[in-house]
């Protein structure tokens, strides 16, 4: 077992599960929430499309990844969608990309594992065009990046090729990704309806944590080492916290309630 696997793994999860939990706020700030009926009914569907996610992985992991990647660029766009044309997406797209650029063979074997042993080469062929996309928007954009803007994209290309694919991703999710959002959904809570909120999200933390419990017993016998049942619980845990995080976040966003 690699020791440095299981420390990004945790770190990830440790970030990643805050990130989300928040979510019941959003949905309650977006009209989604406002009694106990609609508050179950919320966190009902969020569990169902994170049900959903997890079964088409494994019934369809090579079409669930690239959409999951296509996902991920878009969802991580968020990030500078008030800085560049297309709600951020050339950002988004560069940061998911990169690794595939700088080490193909890393996240090719990282992608094997999420494929349960099936070739990844279509999917790291897919993940390579999104980056090379992305940094066509990127340019496209300079213009509107400033000084500290064009730090950060040039950080994230000093990165990808320094870091491995994994500790890569860790850098970016747990001191960008992950604190911007957080800082900005605790800003936007009134301090009259902290504990309502906090104890949907203890509910909805509870689930989820009990909802990968079950998955990680469910595929630990499955998976060909322990590095690989690290990787497939890591990466399809988050992409079944992500899907429903980004609809949630996109209704948010468009004033639909």
Same mark, same amino acid.
């Given at each position: 077992?690699?020791?440095s696997?299981?420390?990004? *793994?945790?770190?990830?999860?440790?970030?990643?599960?805050?990130?989300?939990?928040?979510?019941?706020?959003? *949905?309650?700030?977006?009209?989604?929430?406002?009694?106990?009926?609609?508050?179950?009914? !919320? @966190?009902?569907?969020?569990?169902?499309?994170?049900?959903?996610?997890?079964?088409?992985? &494994?019934?369809?992991?090579?079409?669930t990844?690239?959409?999951?990647?296509?996902?991920?660029?878009?969802? !991580?766009?968020?990030?500078?969608?008030?800085?560049?044309?297309?709600?951020?997406?050339g950002?988004?797209?560069?940061?998911?990309?990169?690794? *595939?650029?700088?080490?193909?063979?890393?996240? %090719?074997? @990282? !992608? +094997?594992?999420?494929?349960?042993? %099936?070739?990844?080469?279509?999917? @790291?062929?897919?993940?390579?065009?999104?980056?090379?996309?992305?940094?066509? &928007?990127?340019? %496209?954009?300079?213009?509107?990046?400033?000084?500290?803007?064009?730090?950060?994209?040039?950080?994230?290309?000093?990165? +990808?090729?320094?870091?491995?694919?994994?500790?890569?991703f860790?850098?970016?999710?747990?001191?960008?990704?992950?604190?911007?959002?957080?800082?900005?959904? @605790?800003?936007?809570?009134?301090?009259?309806?902290?504990?309502?909120?906090?104890?949907?999200?203890?509910?909805?933390?509870? /689930? /989820? &944590?009990?909802?990968? #419990?079950?998955?990680? &017993?469910?595929?630990?016998?499955? %998976?060909?080492?322990?590095? #690989? !049942?690290?990787?497939?619980?890591?990466?399809?845990?988050?992409? #079944?916290?992500?899907?429903?995080?980004?609809?949630?976040?996109?209704?948010?966003?468009?004033g639909?309630?």
């Open positions: 077992m690699d020791l696997v299981v420390i990004a *793994a945790g770190l990830i999860a440790i970030m990643g599960v805050p990130h989300g939990a928040l979510d019941p706020f959003v *949905a309650y700030r977006s009209g989604l929430v406002n009694n106990l009926f609609t508050g179950v009914r !919320f @966190i009902s569907i969020y569990l169902l499309i994170m049900l959903a996610v997890v079964a088409s992985w &494994l019934l369809l992991p090579e079409l990844l690239i959409t999951f990647l296509l996902l991920s660029g878009v969802h !991580f766009g968020r990030d500078w969608r008030q800085i560049v044309n297309w709600q951020g997406l950002y988004g797209a560069l940061v998911v990309g990169l690794p *595939a650029l700088t080490h193909t063979d890393q996240v %090719a074997q @990282i !992608f +094997s594992f999420l494929l349960f042993g %099936a070739s990844p080469d279509l999917s @790291i062929q897919v993940l390579q065009i999104i980056a090379v996309v992305g940094a066509l &928007l990127v340019l %496209a954009e300079l213009r509107r990046i400033n000084g500290w803007q064009r730090a950060e994209i040039v950080a994230l290309m000093l990165a +990808s090729v320094i870091c491995s694919p994994l500790w890569y860790v850098g970016y999710f747990c001191l960008l990704h992950s604190p911007r959002h957080l800082v900005d959904e @605790i800003a936007k809570i009134p301090q009259q309806q902290r504990k309502k909120v906090m104890l949907v999200t203890l509910i909805t933390l509870v /689930t /989820t &944590l009990a909802i990968f #419990a079950s998955v990680a &017993l469910g595929q630990w016998h499955k %998976a060909p080492d322990i590095n #690989a !049942f690290i990787y497939q619980l890591l990466f399809i845990g988050m992409a #079944a916290l992500t899907v429903p995080h980004m609809f949630l976040l996109a209704w948010a966003d468009r639909c309630a």
